[in-house]
């Protein structure tokens, strides 16, 4: 993204923003679920106008946030931070054409109309259905196949989601503060930010459209969700 200096908002009031984190199911045993359950995300806007979120490597781009530590672990009842995985991708800068793969990180809420986002609370994004593992298991830093046997293929033996957690724990997931506090947002639908898909060079990206506010402004309200691991 762009380095430009911040700008602040005249929004007035402030936006604020409530998100509610659901694990589902409320449990996860690595023995007899093959799959990881489903991490959801619930937005509800209370601002009177639209507003727009770029959500590019925040913690509201489901399921990138699981593999850049904006989607955070805390076990319970100590409330000890878990050190989760950490893939850093080098790609071109975001564009803002619509019709376009990007479009993707361009969320806009409206007043009171709650949404929800979703994935695997997992490895893999819902892409690849990769069975979770123990952190006994994962710890060792090799893939295993669906009878628990070794391959020789290097995976994190940090978490992602469940996959890689202690059994018999129980975790609070939460969303990374700054994470959050540093996302750009405009108050307007995001079809005011999206161009045409023949625009090229200067204005067919994300940095291009002058309306961001980048300085925060935003009331975050995050409730989290709970899951507990079992063998």
Not at 114 to 128: A, E, M
Not at 152 to 179: A, N
Not at 205 to 224: I, M, R, T
């Amino acid at each position: 993204m762009s380095t430009s200096p911040p700008t602040t908002t005249t929004t007035n009031p402030p936006p604020k923003i409530h998100i509610t984190i659901t694990i589902t199911p409320g449990t996860h045993s690595f023995t007899t679920d093959p799959l990881p359950p489903l991490l959801t995300l619930s937005l509800l806007s209370h601002h009177p106008s639209p507003i727009t979120l770029c959500t590019f490597n925040r913690p509201l781009a489901l399921p990138s946030a699981l593999t850049n530590r904006s989607i955070t672990i805390h076990s319970l009842p100590s409330r000890q931070k878990v050190e989760t995985c950490s893939f850093r991708v080098n790609r071109p800068p975001v564009t803002r054409i619509k019709g376009d793969s990007d479009e993707q990180f361009y969320l806009t809420l409206l007043p009171n109309t709650p949404i929800t986002i979703s994935t695997p609370f997992g490895r893999g994004g819902g892409v690849n259905k990769i069975r979770p593992v123990p952190k006994a298991i994962a710890e060792k830093g090799w893939e295993v196949d669906e009878d628990g046997k070794e391959r020789r293929i290097r995976r994190s033996v940090q978490p992602t989601g469940v996959d890689g957690l202690e059994p018999g724990v129980e975790y609070e997931v939460g969303l990374d503060r700054e994470g959050l506090e540093g996302m750009w947002w405009a108050p307007v639908g995001k079809e005011e930010i999206l161009v045409e898909g023949g625009a090229e060079g200067e204005g067919r990206y994300v940095g291009d459209y002058g309306g961001w506010v980048k300085g925060g402004g935003v009331e975050w309200v995050v409730d989290g969700g709970r899951v507990k691991v079992m063998e």
